[in-house]
């Protein structure tokens, strides 16, 4: 599926920006273990598919963006050696 150079961009910063947060918010939990009861089985399910969510998002729209960017390149006409 072709996909816009502005959507990638965009896809790609949203994926980065939510998979970020996740982190952030992972580590928060870890730390504050001990004050904090466990969380169910199905909210880490959920955790761990929005992880692998952005992963995947990432991958995607970051290839799709280099894709734009190498089209790009190519119809460019290249500096004449003088």
């Known amino acids: 599926m072709r996909v816009p150079k502005k959507a990638a961009i965009f896809g790609f910063n949203l994926c980065a920006s939510v998979f970020l947060g996740l982190c952030v918010y992972g580590l928060l939990s870890y730390a504050e ?3 904090r009861p466990p969380g169910t089985l199905l ?3 959920f955790f761990a598919s929005g992880v692998i969510g952005c992963i995947v998002g990432i991958c995607y729209f970051g290839s799709e ?4 960017n190498a089209e790009e390149a190519k119809t460019r006409n290249p500096p004449k050696k003088t």
Do not use: F, L, N, S
């Not at 963006?65 to 734009?68: A, G, S």
């Open 65 to 68: 963006w280099d894709r734009r």
């Open 33 to 35: 273990g001990a004050k």
């Open 43 to 45: 909210m880490w399910v």
